[in-house]
């Protein structure tokens, strides 16, 4: 999984952010029987957030984690990974190679 952003206003929680888990060599990770959390934490604050993602294609290594609220109440960059509890119990860092740079854009305040 190459390195990359996902956009998303302070306080939201509609735009889920979806991806595909691959290992370093660029192959699709096959989640059959796995759990996957995601864990961000705030590059400034480094206050972390943690939940399960849903596997929404086993075979196509693909999973979507639904933002909660709070998740989104810090604005700025955070870094992102997602990490794999496979059937035997290994755990593996996805991506092991870079980050998911979560950009949480603030809110205008209302008048």
Partial sequence: MASDKFYIGQN???DDLVRVLT???GSVIDLTG???DFRMINK???RIITGAC???SEAG???TYE?????TSEAGDH???FYVTYPSTQIGTVPNNDEVTIVVDAEIPSA
Avoid: H, L
Avoid at 67 to 71: F, T, V
């Fill in 23 to 25: 290992k370093a060599d």
């Fill in 44 to 46: 400034v604050s480094d």
């Fill in 67 to 71: 933002w909660q609220p709070g998740d």
């Fill in 54 to 56: 849903t596997v929404t």
């Fill in 79 to 81: 870094s992102g990974k």
């Fill in 34 to 36: 796995c759990t996957v």
């Fill in 12 to 14: 939201d929680t509609a």
């Fill in 61 to 63: 290594g693909m999973v």
